[in-house]
């Protein structure tokens, strides 16, 4: 049974810091790509980072500098660390395991985080 436990989230003020996680049970990690999405109220779930297999990064525009991904196989988990937050960056954000050729795709539960003063 795949799993993906995402941890990490709250309340943080406008240029605070947070840094979620991501702990994957249930498939080979060390072959997925993992990812992390987010989603706000009243918007679709939207893609910020992908860290690949080989350990590339990639990320959406307007979290470059701000944010880092990362992943360490040997637990299993990958995070997102979130610098200068921002209240846009409010929403629900998800980790997402994608097997490479996308036989294979797993979704956590989110986790909530809130920017605001």
């Known amino acids: 049974q795949v799993e993906l436990v995402e941890s990490g989230g709250g309340l943080v003020q406008p240029g605070g810091s947070l840094r979620l996680s991501c702990a994957a049970s249930?498939?080979?990690?060390?072959?997925?790509?993992m990812c992390w999405y987010r989603q706000a109220p009243g918007k679709q779930r939207e893609f910020i980072a992908t860290?690949?297999?080989?350990?590339?990064?990639n990320y959406l525009d307007s979290v470059k500098g701000r944010f880092a991904i990362s992943r360490d196989n040997a637990k299993n988990t990958v995070y997102l660390q979130m610098n200068s937050l921002k209240p846009e960056d409010t929403a629900v954000y998800y980790c997402?395991?994608?097997?490479?050729?996308?036989?294979?795709?797993?979704w956590g539960q989110g986790t909530q985080v809130t920017v605001s003063a």
């Open positions: 997402n395991a994608r097997f490479p050729g996308g036989a294979y795709n797993y």
């Open positions: 860290v690949f297999s080989n350990g590339n990064t």
């Open positions: 249930g498939i080979l990690f060390s072959r997925y790509d």
